[in-house]
């Protein structure tokens, strides 16, 4: 029985048919189709709008490991949203919203529980101490020597000299503090919650 349902269905749908018919669905687009994604599209970016200028200006910062999630978030679902009938219009402005609560309940919570932050947040990870590069603290990270030349290029640092520190920060961004004055100091305030800022001090003997 079961062979004879499987050679049916070849007949009415031949290989070179139903190869046709994927191509279409992969490449083609019905103009409805392209309408709804118009739409939507329009629609979801406004309600973005909203609850950015609802939520405040720390939406979409990437201050914290929470803020970049936020932002992953946030563009998976417009995607999703936009493009496919599921999940539905009104399900992801809803899950969108639900994002942007969760985002600034942390923020909230994070700026009264010090505890919490430090659960949420990873902490910023020294790469350079003046011109000394900390390679363990490099393979901690997974960034080779080339990542690292790229960044002390894109912020203009022309030898290592004027290097004063290297920090990966927990959003992935690294900042690289120079100064072409070889006697200008670093204030320890500033780097108290990165991993092994005592070698920043440690090796230069000064600090505010």
């Known amino acids: 029985m079961f062979f004879e349902l499987v050679v049916g269905y ?5 290989p070179g048919m139903i190869a046709t018919t994927l191509i279409d669905k992969w490449i083609f687009v019905s103009l409805s189709e392209l309408a709804m994604i118009l739409i939507s ?8 709008l909203i609850y950015t200028r609802t939520v405040g200006l720390r939406s979409f910062s990437k201050m914290s490991a929470a803020d970049f999630a936020m ?5 998976s679902l417009f995607g999703a949203t936009i493009s496919s009938p599921s999940p539905s219009l009104f399900m992801g402005l809803f899950a969108i919203f639900c994002v942007f609560v969760a985002q600034w309940a942390v923020a909230k919570l994070r700026v009264q529980s010090r505890t919490l932050a430090n659960v949420v947040d990873n902490q910023p990870l020294l790469l350079m101490a003046g011109s000394e590069i900390l390679h363990e603290n490099m393979r901690m990270a997974n960034i080779t020597e080339e990542d690292l030349f790229g960044k002390l290029r894109e ?14 920060e927990i959003t992935g961004d690294v900042s ?13 305030r500033i780097f108290r919650d990165v991993i092994d800022h005592e070698r920043l001090f440690d090796q230069c003997g000064h600090g505010g």
Request: hydrophobic content about 55%; proline content about 2%; overall charge negative.
């Open 176 to 188: 690289v503090i120079h100064a072409s004055d070889a006697d200008a100091q670093l204030d320890q």
């Open 155 to 168: 912020s203009n640092a022309m030898n290592f000299d004027q290097v004063k520190a290297v920090v990966f």
């Open 71 to 75: 932002t992953i978030a946030t563009g």
């Open 10 to 14: 070849r007949k009415a749908h031949p």
């Open 41 to 48: 599209a329009v629609v979801v970016y406004i309600a973005i």
